[in-house]
């Protein structure tokens, strides 16, 4: 058993994102018996994770990490390693891929213990997405490779979430529109989306950016056109489009309704990266705005495919992204938490640059 740490949380003002602080303590106590206790080793922060922060109350994002009243813990993807277990399955050593509070520890009460995942079947879990209940041992993980730790932790559920958007436009043949809008088209979800749209051929690719991220975008090469906000009102609008929107700009969304009218044929909404510009209308022409929730989509085709069948092709598209990525993404590291706090400021503002990934640790 290794010692733990001081407790360090990183605690979100839950009616104000912007204010947050750090929770202090001496290092946890002894582990009930069948619990577990991981160091949080490196997590990544992304805009994805201000979604979560946006969804806390309607999907249970909250719930994952329980605070004191009125502050938050913002989950995040990262790789843990387990320093105490009193859990008979559970190996002392262990490292895990897996939904993550800031926080230097966690305590997790695994239920269901395979080579594949360890499932926190904690009480405050309860009725919370399966998907993010798991723990994944890096031993019997399809889509581990060492060599590849901060790719994975900054882009594998936010390509996770990508490839079920693009399977769920697959699934309804795309709804009928032959073009796929995607704001926030420099996001690292957008990203992904529109390299799976263009890995399938299935629909032209459309990106929304604003000015200052307009030559990244194109220079990825995934989009097949891409546009800035202020020219939504040039698009053509004669062909059926789908809109998949990673920026949750309400008024970007009227626009786009307004311009497109009966022709906009499938709306999700996936993200936040604008989370400040609100607003959206409640009477659009078109398809009725819905609300993408990807473990839902993963619950189906896990029923259909199988786990191993799902694994299995998700593998093989992330694969062909993360090396896809490589000539774009650019790791930044961080340790602390003045890196923490600098990171968090910038996402929040939307400030962080998208060609960079930030990988933090306490």
Not at 36 to 63: E, H, K, P
Not at 277 to 282: K, L
Not at 300 to 309: D, V
Not at 316 to 337: I, K, P, Q, T
């Amino acid at each position: 058993m290794t010692l733990a740490p001081p407790v360090l949380d990183f605690l979100v003002r839950r009616d104000d994102w912007s204010e947050t602080r750090f929770a202090e303590g001496p290092p946890p106590g002894a582990l009930a018996a069948g619990r577990v206790r991981l160091r949080v080793d490196r997590f990544a922060l992304t805009a994805n994770n201000v979604s979560y922060a946006l969804a806390g109350d309607l999907l249970g994002y909250w719930r994952f990490f329980p605070a004191e009243e009125g502050w938050g813990r913002i989950p995040v993807m990262g790789f843990g390693d387990v320093i105490a277990s009193r859990h008979p399955a559970v190996a002392e050593g262990t490292r895990c891929f897996g939904f993550y509070p800031m926080s230097r520890t966690l305590d997790i009460e695994p239920g269901h213990v395979g080579s594949t995942q360890i499932m926190d079947a904690a009480r405050h879990r309860d009725g919370l997405a399966p998907a993010y209940n798991q723990y994944v041992p890096t031993a019997g993980d399809a889509l581990y490779s060492a060599a590849h730790e901060d790719e994975l932790m900054l882009m594998r559920g936010l390509f996770m979430t990508s490839f079920l958007v693009d399977d769920h436009l697959g699934e309804h043949a795309l709804f009928g529109a032959r073009s796929v809008i995607v704001t926030s088209a420099s996001s690292k979800t957008g990203v992904a989306l529109a390299f799976q749209l263009s890995r399938g051929g299935r629909a032209r690719a459309v990106g929304l950016t604003s000015p200052r991220h307009l030559a990244f975008v194109r220079g990825l090469g995934f989009y097949d056109e891409v546009h800035t906000y202020d020219e939504i009102g040039s698009l053509p609008a004669e062909e059926p489009v789908a809109l998949v929107d990673m920026a949750g700009n309400g008024a970007v969304v009227n626009a786009l309704h307004r311009h497109f009218g009966d022709r906009m044929k499938y709306s999700g909404s996936v993200g936040a990266t604008h989370w400040r510009e609100g607003g959206r209308a409640d009477d659009l022409p078109g398809a009725k705005p819905e609300f993408f929730f990807a473990p839902g989509q993963i619950q189906k085709r896990s029923r259909q495919w199988g786990a191993e069948g799902l694994q299995q092709r998700l593998g093989d598209a992330w694969s062909e992204f993360r090396n896809a990525s490589a000539s774009w993404l650019c790791v930044v590291r961080g340790e602390g938490r003045d890196a923490l706090s600098d990171v968090y400021r910038a996402t929040l503002a939307g400030a962080t640059r998208p060609h960079e990934g930030h990988v933090l640790s306490l």
